[in-house]
């Protein structure tokens, strides 16, 4: 893989203008015309090598790309087959039945609306916090006649990813050379984490006339259908997981208009750094911008463990990470804090610009 360097978003806002950004992300839409799409191998890591390498990649991935693909895991194939089954036959059931788990606060089952401020997607999904007594009430409200199996699934899940995560994130702390060097896991390890477990469903598509019309073709005149639009994710570390089905896209690091696709591998999983890390790396890893598209002839299915600091968290730049030549780039604020703004805003905002110390109105950037 040849090095790239990755260019930091500019600086865009600041809490006192988060209304202006709000309206100006709320009425942007990316031409898909624009787009093009870069085929590349993305980075990956394989847990069975030497700690000392598997480390350095890790550094050079998160900082390059914030994302990569984890191989020999070590994650027990039953835990993934389990979920999976669970995951399938959740989202087989009547809508009336799954509804039983919704609407999302954001919590739950949801169909198609995303967030609580108008952004949509063509699939269903399940949103759970992964606080064991959280996981079996959720369930419950299904109204199964034995919620035991599909808790079993999700809390066994759960903990394979907080402990795959944190190792991870270890390997991280090594390889930035942190006096603590697990500083970034005792937040995911800590009982009153705020981590998160998402399962999507894509649906299949087979297209329709009046969809033909309306939905724009990209470059390879395939119908670009977004499932789960583009974002950051808001937490420390995100692990996912998905069936043989194409879809997930993420952002390439240089330039906003290329899009990478991401093969599918059930083997495997895909890691990528969220807003949180990004913060208290002082941007030395990359929150990347994804996506999932949703066009293909078979339902998609993944699962998503989102690993997160507790709410009163704060979360700050470690000093480590602020030197003269990378100066602090964010000020601090509490996770609490960070979820309130997110949640105010659209999926596809910057928000952690709002939180960078160097902001300049004119750096504010319009995208028509
Ligand atoms: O389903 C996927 O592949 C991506 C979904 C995603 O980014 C999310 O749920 O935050």
Aim: hydrophobic residues 35%; charged residues 25%.
């Amino acid at each position: 893989m040849p090095p790239r360097l990755v260019s930091l978003q500019p600086a865009i806002s600041s809490s006192s203008s988060t209304l202006l950004y709000k309206d100006m992300v709320a009425n942007h839409f990316m031409p898909e015309n624009k787009e093009s799409f870069v085929h590349l191998d993305l980075p990956v890591i394989d847990l069975s090598w030497k700690r000392e390498r598997a480390r350095k990649l890790i550094v050079r991935a998160f900082k390059e790309f914030g994302f990569f693909k984890l191989i020999n895991h070590g994650v027990s194939k039953d835990i993934i087959y389990n979920i999976e089954k669970e995951s399938k036959e959740f989202f087989s059931l009547p809508a009336s039945e799954k509804q039983k788990a919704g609407p999302p606060n954001p919590i739950g089952y949801g169909s198609k609306k995303i967030g609580f401020n108008g952004d949509t997607g063509e699939l269903e999904y399940l949103l759970f916090h992964t606080n064991p007594s959280s996981i079996y009430q959720r369930v419950r409200t299904l109204n199964r006649e034995d919620p035991r199996n599909f808790c079993c699934a999700v809390n066994n899940y759960v903990e394979a990813m907080k402990e795959l995560a944190c190792e991870i994130l270890d390997m991280l702390g090594e390889g930035l050379g942190l006096d603590d060097k697990r500083t970034f896991s005792k937040l995911v390890r800590d009982e009153d984490s705020d981590s998160l477990v998402r399962l999507n469903h894509y649906p299949p598509y087979y297209g329709n006339s009046e969809d033909r019309l309306s939905i724009s073709k990209n470059k390879d005149d395939k119908v670009a259908r977004v499932g789960f639009g583009e974002h950051s994710d808001p937490q420390m570390l995100t692990i996912l997981r998905s069936n043989d089905v194409e879809g997930l896209q993420i952002q390439s690091p240089t330039n906003d208009r290329v899009w990478i696709p991401v093969k599918s591998d059930p083997s495997a999983f895909f890691v990528n750094v969220g807003d949180a890390l990004q913060a208290m790396t002082n941007g030395r890893c990359l929150s990347v911008r994804h996506r999932a598209m949703a066009n293909t002839r078979r339902s998609r299915l993944s699962t998503m463990f989102f690993a997160a600091p507790p709410l009163h968290a704060c979360i700050s730049p470690l000093p480590e990470m602020v030197t003269l030549e990378n100066p602090q780039k964010y000020r601090s604020f509490t996770w609490d804090e960070y979820k309130k703004i997110m949640y105010s805003l659209r999926l596809a905002s910057n928000r952690l610009n709002l939180f960078q110390l160097d902001y300049k109105e004119e750096n504010i950037k319009v995208i028509s």
